[in-house]
């Protein structure tokens, strides 16, 4: 089985950029591989944010934005706010199934 | 708008068979263009996707190869559900038990069931 490595951490201030990816034990993330990302807090389920590597829904904020980077999929958090501060995960498509990374804590300070 | 209610049993005895149902409302089991999904949580493993099944003329089912050997999802036409059935449960298999819906498009998942296994 594949396995999805995401940073387990990062900080990034108020107002700031920050960039979490999301990489593939076999090799390069494509669109193939159809990347999810989604956000959960504490007590909530995960919430989708990107589908399809870059698409987003009506519920996405607009400082959100996905993208395939140098081999891995990327989430970039553009003008981050104390609201965003929460565990990211990425999970991809490996034919029949679907792999979680193990997620992304993201504090916003 | 899909709604998915979980049931089932809390705790579990080591060595016994964790099961859940998840009951569907605003859409079908069968349905030709989702696929219904169990992820589980918990503080060791974070999220880990378990399987799924779907109905595209005949029935279908993936599995994560961690659960491969003791795992089973069956729809369940007649009451309009998915069970997830994980066999010889260990406290690892601790963890909160979501069902999921996906079109293509977005995943929505059930309100998450604690099972705990313990003695």
């Known amino acids: 089985q594949a396995v999805v490595t995401q940073e387990p951490s990062l900080t990034v201030s108020p107002g700031g950029t920050v960039t979490l990816t999301c990489a593939s034990s076999t090799g390069t993330v494509t669109s193939g591989h159809y990347p999810f990302w989604f956000q959960q807090k504490p007590g909530q389920a995960p919430r989708t944010l990107i589908y399809?590597?870059?698409n987003k829904y009506s519920w996405t904020p607009v400082r959100f934005s996905g993208s395939l980077l140098g081999g891995k999929a990327a989430l970039t958090l553009s003008g981050a706010q104390p609201d965003d501060e929460a565990e990211y995960y990425c999970?991809?498509?490996?034919?029949?199934?679907?792999?979680f990374g193990g997620g992304t804590k993201l504090t916003v300070l | 708008q899909v709604q998915l209610q979980q049931s089932g049993p809390r705790l579990v005895q080591p060595s016994q068979t964790l099961s859940v149902t998840c009951a569907i409302s605003g859409d079908s089991v069968s349905s030709k263009s989702a696929s219904w999904h169990w992820i589980r949580q918990s503080p060791s493993r974070g999220l880990e996707w378990l399987g799924r099944?779907?109905?595209?003329?005949?029935?279908?089912?993936d599995y994560a190869v961690s659960v491969k050997s003791r795992i089973i999802i069956n729809p369940d036409t007649s009451r309009n559900q998915f069970s997830l059935q994980l066999d010889s449960v260990t406290p690892e298999d601790t963890a909160v038990y979501y069902c999921g819906r996906y079109d293509a498009y977005n995943y929505s998942w059930g309100q998450g069931t604690l099972v705990t296994v313990s003695s």
């Open positions: 399809d590597a870059t």
């Open positions: 999970l991809l498509a490996y034919s029949g199934a679907r792999v």
């Open positions: 099944t779907y109905y595209r003329s005949r029935w279908y089912n």
